[in-house]
């Protein structure tokens, strides 16, 4: 046969109520610090993951059409060389 303690009851009612402010306290002390950090991270000015990927594959792309303008380049004798050339008289082999 079982009897109803009512020390042990309140005793239960109390860890109960308890928990559940404690796990409230929890949650709200979770929210601070994730307020907190959001604006720590507002402060910083940093960029986000998808922005910072954006930019990487823009600089890649950017890159490799800077190689290929490189490659594609042919050399050019600029006008300067070409009057220099003219400017000296030709010599005489019997002089």
Do not use: H, Y
């Amino acid at each position: 046969m079982q009897t109803r303690n009512p020390f042990l009851d309140e005793v239960s009612k109390l860890t109960t109520g308890a928990m559940g402010l404690a796990q409230a306290a929890g949650e709200e002390a979770k929210s601070a610090w994730r307020a907190q950090t959001d604006r720590m991270a507002a402060e910083l000015d940093l960029i986000r993951r998808d922005e910072f990927e954006a930019l990487k594959a823009e600089i890649a792309a950017l890159r490799a059409e800077i190689a290929e303008l490189k490659s594609a380049k042919t050399p050019v004798r600029s006008p300067r060389a070409r009057a220099s050339t003219m400017d000296v008289p030709p010599q005489d082999a019997g002089g």
